[in-house]
């Protein structure tokens, strides 16, 4: 059973503290993880997907990296626009035709200005 | 492209009611998929589909039930509505296989069940 733990589950950062956001992870056969962001009120939106370890990418402040074990969520320099929840999803092999990922709980990310 | 459209976006239900949520797609997605997120919590696969005429249950489906007539729309109807069931529900479709692995997601259904 492919499994996803985030941490922290909430963190407080003020306007320019540059910070990381953990997501480890145990799977059969890794198919990709993938980064969310979903605000208060809203569905998740995509933001990255990661295939192999040692892959990187990059949007605007945010940068996703993975090893075999997890992967982080690098925040440069946030912005009180950079506040909501950031959620990890995996998908296995054993997910075969269905495509389903596992998602994790979570992190609730605040900035303060 | 609207994307993920999603009816209605809350409601209030009394114990033992039923309802349709409706969730609709104009990105010619084959797969679809209904979750449910209940605070601090991830979310939960309820059904998914892979074609029009294929569904199949997720982790959570006692309770629900779900048709797909057409690629567009994937109803999930809740039938004796019960409290547990109060939560906020997702739903989302993906491009075919071989395409960008990424879910796009609808607004979300605010479910109260009193």
């Known amino acids: 059973e492919d499994q996803v733990t985030q941490s922290p589950e909430a963190l407080r950062l003020q306007e320019g503290e540059s910070s990381s956001l953990n997501c480890s992870y145990t799977?059969?056969?890794?198919?990709?993880l993938f980064w969310y962001r979903q605000d208060p009120g809203k569905g998740p939106e995509f933001l990255f997907t990661l295939y192999s370890a040692g892959e990187e990418k990059e949007k605007e402040r945010l940068k996703a990296t993975l090893t075999k074990k997890e992967s982080f969520l690098h925040i440069t320099a946030p912005k009180p626009e950079d506040s909501a929840t950031y959620l990890c999803?995996?998908?296995?092999?054993?997910?075969?035709?269905?495509?389903?990922?596992?998602f994790g709980r979570g992190t609730s990310l605040i900035v303060h200005p | 492209n609207a994307g993920v459209t999603q009816t209605p976006k809350f409601r209030i239900l009394k114990i033992g009611q039923s309802m349709t949520l409706q969730c609709t797609q104009d990105?010619?997605?084959?797969?679809m998929y209904w979750y449910r997120q209940d605070p601090g919590m991830g979310l939960k696969l309820i059904y998914y589909s892979v074609g029009a005429g294929i569904t199949d249950k997720g982790e959570v489906p006692n309770g629900y039930n779900v048709s797909r007539s057409t690629t567009e729309d994937f109803p999930l109807r809740l039938e004796l509505a019960a409290p547990s069931q109060t939560s906020v529900y997702f739903c989302?479709?993906?491009?075919?296989?071989?395409?960008?692995?990424?879910?796009?997601f609808g607004p979300g259904t605010r479910l109260l069940v009193l």
């Open positions: 990105m010619n997605h084959n797969y």
């Open positions: 989302a479709s993906r491009v075919p296989p071989g395409g960008q692995e990424t879910q796009y």
């Open positions: 799977v059969s056969g890794l198919r990709g």
């Open positions: 999803a995996v998908r296995g092999a054993l997910s075969g035709g269905s495509y389903i990922p596992t």
